[in-house]
């Protein structure tokens, strides 16, 4: 892992939400690393935001068009 010796993962967010995510978010509890995932507030839940533990809810962004990094990170 790059940066300062002794840095660690405090928080991850994910922004994908099928099985892949649920991996990873099953992977970062075993190593004590919170975990957040993107919703958007007409999305029904799936199983990434039952294992999270943040969700964060986006309104202002349409899904459909896919997610853009400067929509997520304001």
Known sequence: MRGEPGMQIQKLLVANRGEVAARILRTARTLGIATSVLRHV?????PAHLIAD???????IDVALGLDEHDVIW
């Open 42 to 46: 007409n999305e029904q839940p799936g």
């Open 54 to 60: 943040e969700i964060v809810e986006l309104e202002r």
